[in-house]
């Protein structure tokens, strides 16, 4: 069963604008698919997963685009980054030429984001639109429309009937697309073959690790600590390995699209706030897995539900900005040093929205309390959520509301 993805529009979008699209995101969101059910009968395809093209792509460039002239689709890229120069040369040609179809000749997905994007900022600067793919968001799997997140937008009454052992199987279970519909039939399985993939395919591909096992165990130290502030000694010290190196490897972790360091706000009015960014995990199945919850029951009984449901809330409102083509997300946590937090923050058009997450089935206004703060920052303040389990879309206060979960 295909799912329509939210991205669509916004890719389509930059196809109108750009001679090339490249669609990023991490191993098995679902990138090829996507481009797949949208490419035209004329547009070739091709992977760079096949050695043999891969081969040709490498060593032969200008001949391997002569077979795969454009329209084209190449899936992953970043395995013959030798192409982007003979692309760009294809493009300013076709500029030249005044070509009527310029734009959108070439469709580009690939998966590690750091050397691909060096490529593509070297290579193709200005002539390439770039789009972020994750996995399935709710609306897409619900099929309901989807804008950027902000308090005050409205909201479809789809997702109210979830009750919380239903939100904690999807969250249990993941948005990768090859299980977000499994029910949890084979989660193990899909789990332990996605991290073996990821630790021979992208990290092997990122950097020289020999020892994958210890990697392995500092990914599962980086899912224990979803979100938490950052502290690499902490970190590292748990990992046994050194702070240099959890750096390191959490930067390939970021590059490869597994996690998200949302920074602190900060601005020259106050002084005392926290500087170290709070960590997520992008997928919420993949961190479950990680920590050892087999189930969605243990899962939510469990000492990690708070922050996986913290986890789970961020990112499907990540999504929500990503699949509508928003690659610069405005998003921030507050955190001062008496303790004072804000889960996130969005600023828009100057103004800021403060966001608490709580899992709970009732909401209180002392769960806003901290809303308050805000005042100091001296910079507007707008509608206010908290995003929570209770059933129903209400105003906690005049500038606050309590938002159900499961309309994300």
């Given at each position: ?51 043999l ?15 795969y ?7 992953e ?18 500029r ?13 997905t ?54 919380t052992?239903e ?27 996605y ?51 959890a ?7 970021k590059?490869?699209?597994?996690v998200?360091l ?22 919420t ?16 009984a ?28 405005p998003?921030y ?9 804000i889960?996130?923050l ?31 920052l001296?910079?507007?303040v ?7 389990l ?7 206060r ?11």
């Amino acid at each position: 069963m295909f799912t329509r993805r939210t991205l669509e529009t916004a890719f389509l979008e930059a196809c109108k604008f750009f001679p090339a699209v490249l669609v990023t995101g991490p191993l098995q969101v679902g990138k090829t698919t996507f481009l797949c059910n949208l490419r035209e009968d004329e547009r070739k395809y091709v992977t760079l997963d096949n050695m043999l093209d891969c081969s040709m792509a490498r060593n032969d460039p200008q001949g391997f685009l002569a077979r795969y002239s454009p329209p084209v689709l190449i899936d992953e890229i970043q395995y013959a980054p030798e192409l982007l120069p003979h692309i760009k040369i294809m493009i300013d040609k076709a500029r030249q030429a005044e070509k009527a179809d310029r734009n959108g000749m070439f469709w580009l997905t690939g998966s590690q984001q750091f050397q691909l994007m060096k490529g593509v900022t070297e290579s193709l600067a200005g002539r390439v639109g770039i789009v972020d793919l994750l996995g399935f968001s709710q609306s897409e799997l619900e099929n309901r429309h989807s804008v950027p997140f902000l308090p005050d937008i409205a909201f479809s009454a789809i997702g109210t009937g979830v009750d919380t052992m239903e939100l904690y199987r999807r969250i249990w279970t993941g948005a990768f697309p090859e299980i977000a519909r499994d029910n949890g039939e084979h989660w193990t399985m899909f789990y332990s073959r996605y991290l073996r993939t990821y630790l021979e395919r992208d990290v092997r591909d990122l950097s020289n690790i020999g020892d994958l096992e210890h990697f392995s165990r500092f990914l599962r130290a980086v899912a224990a600590r979803t979100g938490q502030v950052l502290n690499y000694s902490d970190l590292a010290r748990d990992a046994d390995i050194s702070m240099p190196t959890a750096k390191a490897w959490l930067s390939i972790l970021k590059t490869s699209g597994l996690v998200w360091l949302l920074e602190p706000y900060f601005n020259n009015i106050t002084k005392r706030m926290i500087k170290a960014p709070k960590l997520f995990m992008l997928d919420t199945g993949l961190c479950a897995f990680l920590t050892g919850w087999d189930s969605p029951r243990v899962l939510e009984a469990g000492a990690m539900a708070g922050a996986i449901f913290e986890t789970w809330c961020f990112s499907e409102i990540l999504k929500s900005y990503l699949h509508n083509g928003r690659s610069q997300v405005p998003f921030y946590y507050y955190r001062d040093k008496d303790k004072r937090e804000i889960d996130l923050l969005i600023e828009q058009n100057g103004m800021l929205y403060p966001v608490e997450f709580k899992k709970s089935a009732s909401a209180r206004l002392d769960d806003a309390r901290h809303f308050k703060i805000l005042e100091q920052l001296k910079k507007p303040v707008g509608m206010g959520a908290v995003i929570c389990l209770y059933p129903e879309l209400v105003q906690l206060r005049q500038d606050c509301r309590v938002i159900p979960a499961p309309l994300l």
